[in-house]
């Protein structure tokens, strides 16, 4: 079985900090690609943060210098640390994997709301 579980979402005040966890199971974790996209009511879904198996990473423009991608091949998991948040990051946080590109593979999802 291929497992990935989100966990972290939750309620914080603008320019508070979360920090997303996505743990695999079932992939040989250390040479997949892994990212996060979110998706907000009534948009597109878009992808935040990629990061590959040689830890190159991408960031969306609307989170680049607030948000990080890092990856713990030896726990089998992929983090996205989450800066100076704003109401405009309220979204529901997936979690992806593949080989190559992402999407082969998908979390649950985990809310994040961002609100005073």
């Known amino acids: 079985q291929v497992q990935l579980v989100e966990s972290g979402g939750g309620l914080v005040q603008p320019g508070g900090s979360l920090r997303l966890s996505c743990a695999a199971s079932g992939i040989i974790f250390k040479i997949y690609s892994m990212g996060w996209y979110r998706q907000a009511p009534g948009k597109q879904h878009d992808l935040v943060a990629s990061?590959?198996?040689?830890?190159?990473?991408t960031y969306a423009d609307s989170v680049k210098g607030r948000f990080t991608i890092s990856r713990d091949n030896a726990k089998n998991t992929v983090y996205l640390q989450m800066n100076s948040l704003k109401p405009e990051d309220t979204a529901v946080y997936y979690c992806?994997?593949?080989?190559?590109?992402?999407?082969?593979?998908w979390g649950q999802g985990t809310q994040v709301t961002v609100s005073s």
């Open positions: 992806s994997a593949g080989l190559g590109r992402l999407g082969s593979h």
């Open positions: 990061i590959t198996s040689s830890s190159s990473t």
